[in-house]
T-cell receptor, first 112, second 116 residues
Framework: GQSLEQPSEVTAVEGAIVQINCTYQ??????LSWYQQHDGGAPTFLSY????GLEETGRFSSFLSRSDSYGYLLLQELQMKDSASYFC?????????????FGQGTELSVKP | DAGITQSPRYKITETGRQVTLMCHQT?????MFWYRQDLGHGLRLIYY???????DKGEVPDGYVVSRSKTENFPLTLESATRSQTSVYFC???????????????FGPGTRLTVT
């Protein structure tokens, strides 16, 4: 089967750093993406890792270790607006376009 | 309007009724997807389409039908709605499936469907 595991909830304070982990078990693996979803809104793309290592985009960074089937999203200098759900998603299928398998999401609460 | 749109945004229907949710994108993206989102289940793929007239089942296709006669439209039909199909439905699209299109999907605003 195909599965992605991520914590259901994370709480942090404004200005802090938080890491959201994602482990995956999939039949194929071609990359790990992260999406953000605010309450009542649509998911939006945050970052992508196709190779091992760290990708940085402003306050957000994402890491991948293919040998460990593990990745994480790192959010720095947390702001109240970062309160949202964060989904990891695996591109598990070659030549099937953007077909992704999503994790169940981590709800991040940022406290003042 | 440019982008990806869904209609209706909210729908209440009765058990046994047929319901069609519409999805329209203006980017001419090859790939389109339908997901349902329920509390505690994240996003589950219902159906996807690689191009006009090419569709395939996702993780939870039972009770749903799709068609794609034009690249820009991808309607989802619930043939006989059941209470278990009460959910938020998201349509998404992505480019050709190479490069950025292989991992970045653009989501519509969603349709909140309630089946009574």
């Amino acid at each position: 089967g195909q599965s992605l595991e991520q914590p259901s909830e994370v709480t942090a304070v404004e200005g802090a750093i938080v890491q959201i982990n994602c482990t995956y078990q999939t039949s194929g693996f071609y990359g790990l993406s992260w999406y953000q979803q605010h309450d009542g809104g649509a998911p939006t793309f945050l970052s992508y890792n196709g190779l091992d290592g760290l990708e940085e985009t402003g306050r957000f960074s994402s890491f991948l270790s293919r040998s460990d089937s593990y990745g994480y999203l790192l959010l720095q200098e947390l702001q109240m607006k970062d309160s949202a759900s964060y989904f990891c998603a695996v591109r598990a299928f070659y030549n099937q376009g953007g077909k992704l398998i999503f994790g169940q999401g981590t709800e991040l609460s940022v406290k003042p | 309007d440019a982008g990806i749109t869904q209609s209706p945004r909210y729908k209440i229907t009765e058990t046994g009724r047929q319901v069609t949710l519409m999805c329209h994108q203006t980017w001419s993206h090859s790939y389109m997807f339908w997901y349902r989102q329920d509390l505690g289940h994240g996003l589950r793929l219902i159906y996807y389409s690689a191009a006009a007239d090419i569709t395939d089942k996702g993780e939870v296709p039972d009770g749903y039908v799709v068609s794609r006669s034009k690249t820009e439209n991808f309607p989802l039909t619930l043939e006989s709605a059941t209470r278990s199909q009460t959910s938020v439905y998201f349509c998404a699209s992505s480019d050709t499936g190479t490069g950025r299109g292989a991992y970045e999907q653009y989501f519509g605003p969603g349709t909140r469907l309630t089946v009574t």
